[in-house]
């Protein structure tokens, strides 16, 4: 079955930088686009980016562009997220989760997320 | 910037079938998605392009979408059915993933 696990959470002060990982399993990694989406305590969803399939093309949310980037390893199934200047409005759980295209890129599997705390 | 609307709360009784909205401009152009999000938990997708359901979702679960709303229906509501949702589209002008801001449902 499909699995997502997000590692590399955790407390970093402001200004600071901090790599999200995401390994992938159950499925064929290198055919899928792949999203990041986060969840402040207490607040809804913000999608943050997505990457194409094959790493040729890459969209952020205006929250995070110039920021944060994202890529991917296919050959370790492997997504990432280099979060740099961490603000505290950064603090958030921060998913994974698989991009499926039917007029546009829709997130279907997640992973169970990982915290991150920006805080001094 | 595209914008989602969805009613924060909507409350229901066991049994009774519950509506969740969600606007947008002319969202009956687009796909909609929703996702069902329990506390502690990643969301689950569970309806995906406006009425399909992926596999594993009850058949109570089913969504419609027209005009400037989409909506998500789930009949026969369950305890388990508590939850908060959310609605989704693509946002093709800007390349953009777009939430709603979500809806709690309470089982009374």
């Known amino acids: 079955q499909v699995q997502l696990v997000e590692s590399g959470g955790g407390v970093v002060p402001p200004g600071r930088s901090l790599r999200l990982s995401c390994a992938a399993s159950?499925?064929?990694?290198?055919?899928?686009?792949m999203h990041w989406v986060r969840q402040a305590p207490g607040k809804g969803l913000e999608w943050v980016a997505v990457i194409w399939y094959d790493g040729s093309d890459e969209y952020y949310a205006d929250s995070v562009k110039g920021r944060f980037t994202i890529s991917r390893d296919n050959s370790k199934s492997t997504l990432y997220l280099q979060m740099n200047s961490l603000r505290a409005a950064d603090t958030a759980v921060y998913y994974c989760?698989?991009?499926?295209?039917?007029?546009?890129?829709?997130?279907?599997?997640w992973g169970q997320g990982t915290l991150v705390t920006v805080s001094s | 910037s595209y914008v989602l609307t969805q009613p924060p709360s909507v409350s229901v009784a066991p049994g009774q079938t519950a509506s969740i909205s969600c606007g947008g401009n002319n969202i009956g152009s687009k796909s909609v998605n929703w996702y069902q999000q329990k506390p502690g938990q990643a969301p689950v997708l569970v309806v995906y392009d406006d009425s399909d359901r992926p596999s594993g979702i009850p058949e109570r679960f089913s969504g419609s979408n027209s005009g400037n709303t989409a909506t998500l229906t789930i009949n026969s509501v369950e305890a388990g059915d508590e939850a908060d949702y959310y609605c989704?589209?693509?946002?093709?002008?800007?390349?953009?993933?777009?939430f709603g801001g979500g809806t709690k449902l309470t089982v009374l």
């Open positions: 989704q589209v693509w946002d093709s002008g800007s390349d953009h993933v777009v």
């Open positions: 159950g499925f064929s990694f290198s055919p899928y686009g």
């Open positions: 989760a698989r991009a499926v295209y039917n007029n546009g890129w829709y997130p279907d599997y």
